[in-house]
């Protein structure tokens, strides 16, 4: 079991004040109905690789603390406050920064990851609600040698791949480089801001406090042929010449086999006269027109609902789901764009929350982040030999990501307590 001793900690703030005209910045919509959660990634680094005969703890220090103190003055709003679910106010006031101390092996921690244990290498409960800063990064200095870097950032103005375009700029500034791109910060100006108050939506929609449990599921380059080959052969049956989906992607042939589990679990507890539905989070940024560049910071993406009923159906197993996967990302075009800038999307989620809280839907959400370039990530002493995220505080949530050596996908399944054996299974 890792011990982690909290050394310091301290507030940040931006090498060069924001001027005054940029200190207003407005939410957009997807910001606004964006969860009041925090979005973590833990990024590992071995001894090895650090030099440590030659680079002492607080050399490190100093260079992730002015390097991120730099890299702040360009990513501005990050060092602000959210007012009114309406705008951040971006005035300065910096993002906490925690040193701790790790007595154990880094080896140890990746070798068998226990899911309790990795919220302490975070500098705040990314399951609590409430944000008291916007980012919150904590170094982790193994005995070892090795180190931890956790980083918290609050899902109302950042998704995934703002997460990680953030992290990329950060450490390319500590490693020296110059050339950095510029974010583009005004998605409000495409995506315009509403009045929720009408609405049964709330950003709340979707987190629990009943106890979550995680368990990570690896799938190697055998396993994801396999996942292929099965999805494909399910295709072709369904079919009959297999010319709905020939060729099934690595994150559909995952997504389908836990979908299927999660709709086994869930009707053993249930009756059988339920929608079901799978949920895949999609980036809007490739899907506009003109595209976006993916360094437009905010939330820029929309959940796809892939609906199967199992009323009626006596048969064992499940449906194919693939297509139905595929056919419902394919819908996110410009015209479903069109309809969340014009305001028709919260009658979509106010809908959607309603028919969840009434029992009539049971809900699979997906999250993939296997093509984040979270191996990328050099401050200067390498890339890391693991990367990973923390539980979620909602059920039925997964997240996909890529193993070290890009060839297999991790799936973090979030899930009650009390079905998490029973998917295990």
Not at 137 to 163: E, P, W
Not at 349 to 357: A, G, N
Request: charged share 20%.
């Amino acid at each position: 079991m890792a011990n982690v001793e909290i050394l310091s900690k301290e507030m940040i703030r931006p090498s060069s004040p924001t001027p005054e005209h940029q200190r207003n910045l407005k939410l957009s919509f997807l910001d606004q109905v964006a969860p009041p959660v925090y979005v973590p990634l833990i990024f590992f680094y071995p001894f090895d690789e650090l030099c440590f005969d030659m680079i002492s703890h607080a050399h490190i220090s100093q260079l992730l603390k002015q390097s991120l103190s730099d890299t702040l003055t360009m990513f501005y709003p990050l060092a602000g406050h959210i007012q009114e679910n309406s705008f951040i106010d971006c005035n300065d006031s910096g993002v906490e920064f925690v040193e701790a101390q790790v007595h154990a092996r880094l080896s140890d921690v990746i070798r068998e990851p226990n899911m309790a244990e990795l919220n302490k290498f975070l500098a705040v409960n990314p399951t609590g609600l409430g944000i008291a800063t916007l980012l919150a990064v904590q170094i982790n200095f193994f005995d070892c040698g090795g180190i931890a870097i956790g980083v918290c950032l609050s899902h109302k103005i950042a998704d995934g791949t703002s997460l990680v375009t953030f992290i990329n700029a950060w450490a390319a500034t500590c490693r020296g480089e110059v050339k950095i791109r510029q974010p583009y910060f005004d998605l409000a100006h495409l995506f315009p801001p509403r009045d929720l108050s009408g609405s049964s939506f709330t950003p709340n929609a979707g987190i629990t406090k009943e106890k979550i449990m995680t368990k990570r599921f690896v799938f190697d380059k055998e396993k994801l042929a396999m996942l292929k080959e099965v999805a494909a052969a399910a295709a072709a049956a369904a079919s009959g010449d297999g010319s709905q989906v020939k060729n099934p992607t690595r994150v559909e042939a995952v997504s389908a086999f836990i979908w299927e589990k999660f709709m086994e679990v869930a009707k053993n507890k249930t009756d059988n006269k339920k929608m079901y539905a799978a949920v895949h989070a999609v980036n809007l940024r490739p899907r506009t027109t003109p595209p976006l560049s993916e360094q437009a910071f905010g939330n820029c993406w929309r959940p796809s609902f892939a609906f199967i009923s199992t009323s009626g159906d006596e048969k064992n197993g499940c449906p194919n789901v693939v297509p139905v996967l595929r056919s419902s990302i394919s819908k996110i075009n410009s015209d479903y764009i069109k309809q969340v800038q014009n305001g028709e999307h919260l009658n979509h989620l106010s809908k959607s929350k309603d028919m969840l809280m009434k029992g009539d839907i049971e809900l699979c959400n997906f999250s993939s982040w296997s093509r984040f370039p979270v191996y990328e990530v050099d401050y200067g002493w390498g890339r890391p030999c693991w990367v990973c995220t923390t539980t979620m505080p909602f059920k039925n949530v997964v997240i996909l990501m890529s193993t070290p050596c890009g060839d297999g996908i991790e799936a973090w399944v979030n899930m009650l307590e009390e079905d998490i054996s029973a998917f295990s299974s």
